[in-house]
């Protein structure tokens, strides 16, 4: 049986990251339509103790997850420690006294409570004193509304406000300006969101790659690793490759290739510069994150399809899929300035080719889309190597963004 979940992040007003929501299905025959959501959470709770680790997929931040009131009552949220999740209650629970003294009881043992799809009623004011976080959903919910729920709650400031399918700017400015605390959606891969262009390479991968061009027999296979795991630093290699110091101008498929276009030499001088240019700025963590599990997941897929005689275009493709993000520009103006292939300048311009499936696969696997998700992956017949794809790409980025903190 494979476990089929998606994380969506939750950030801060700073744009931090304070945890994960966890959306799950199970099963590509049951996933579509939608399973029930008793099973759903029950299916978590399962994964979770006995499949995975919740820090797999939240890198050890909180993980939010949705309880119905059958695994209320059952105490599921128990089974899981207070400071690993926090327990949503669905929009579909009615308030009334049995509720009460369930969330009564789960924040007596410490446990964070947040109401999901906040729709108001006036029997809610009884759970204010109990309740930590009201997320409120921005597609649904009107100006008029949200003005109304703010004022209830001024007489309860401790509890903080999440907007959750803030999917552009406009909504993430709003919601700022009305007082929100976490925001939820895929507002931060918008341009706008990202106020620095500049993203120094993380000084330890730096100082790796300056040891591995140091010896007169560079090992391409480590040198490519670390670039791969530094996005600013794959983006500088692939300007650098297509400066007018070169005399040819030649399309680059890889980061490997990449590499070998410059030669030992013009490496060397890129990292000498590099290293001299470092300076300290602050990283939008989020989008360097979601990027690397983008490049990583879209290589896995290719690898499980085995239609690609090089794999490392699909990791190159999902890791420059948020480059409009990271340098606030557009994408078009992004792919000007690189020499990379047409095929991947077709999946991310044009969203055309092999490599825009599997770049659409892992974005609608990102937004728990399991309809569209599953289409795609059926009709590359790889459905049963999504799940595991996705968990492996999370594993392996937490990995890098490890050594990258740790410098």
């Not at 399973?35 to 995975?52: C, M």
């Not at 006036?122 to 597609?139: A, G, N, Q, S, T």
């Not at 557009?330 to 690189?338: D, G, I, N």
């Not at 999946?347 to 998700?373: F, R, T």
């Amino acid at each position: 049986m494979y476990f089929y979940a998606a994380r969506q992040p939750i950030l801060n007003r700073d744009k931090e990251l304070i945890g994960y929501e966890l959306l799950f299905r199970d099963g590509v025959d049951n996933v579509f339509p939608d399973i029930d959501g008793d099973e759903a959470t029950t299916r978590l709770i399962e994964g979770s103790q006995f499949n995975f680790g919740l820090e797999d997929l939240t890198d050890n931040k909180p993980a939010y997850i949705n309880f119905t009131l059958e695994t209320l009552l059952k105490g599921y949220p128990t089974l899981l420690g207070k400071d690993t999740i926090v327990v949503e209650i669905l929009e579909t629970i009615q308030p009334g006294k049995r509720l009460l003294a369930i969330v009564k009881n789960l924040k007596d043992k410490g446990y964070t409570i947040a109401l999901d799809d906040y729709i108001h009623q006036p029997v809610w004011r009884h759970f204010y004193p109990f309740i930590d976080i009201i997320k409120i959903d921005f597609l649904t919910c009107d100006l008029a509304t949200i003005k109304t729920i703010i004022k209830e709650l001024k007489a309860h400031p401790h509890i903080k406000l999440l907007a959750e399918k803030v999917e552009t700017y406009e909504a993430y400015s709003l919601a700022l300006e009305l007082g929100f605390d976490y925001f939820q959606g895929f507002f931060f891969s918008k341009p706008e969101m990202v106020q620095s262009k500049a993203l120094p390479p993380s000084e330890m991968a730096l100082a790796e790659l300056l040891y591995q061009t140091s010896s007169v027999e560079m090992d391409l296979k480590k040198i490519t690793d670390v670039f791969e795991r530094d996005v600013n630093l794959s983006y500088k290699l692939l300007r650098y490759s297509n400066s007018a110091a070169f005399a040819r101008r030649a399309e680059i498929s890889t980061i490997k290739q990449a590499l070998i276009v410059l030669g030992a030499q013009e490496i060397k001088k890129l990292l000498s510069l590099l290293f001299a240019a470092q300076v300290s700025a602050d990283k939008p963590v989020e989008l360097i994150r979601l990027s690397l599990t983008r490049a990583r997941f879209c290589e896995l897929l290719a690898i499980s399809h085995g239609q690609m005689k090089d794999t490392g275009m699909a990791f190159l493709t999902g890791m420059m899929s948020l480059m409009d993000a990271i340098l606030d520009e557009s994408m078009q103006s992004v792919m000007q300035k690189l020499p990379l292939s047409n095929d991947i300048k077709a999946a991310l311009l044009d969203n055309e080719g092999l490599l825009a499936q599997y770049l659409n696969l892992v974005k609608h696997y990102e937004k728990a889309d399991w309809s569209q998700a599953n289409d795609i992956s059926t009709a590359l017949n790889i459905a049963d190597k999504v799940p595991d794809a996705y968990h492996e790409a999370l594993s392996w980025v937490n990995e890098q963004m490890s050594l990258m903190v740790n410098t």
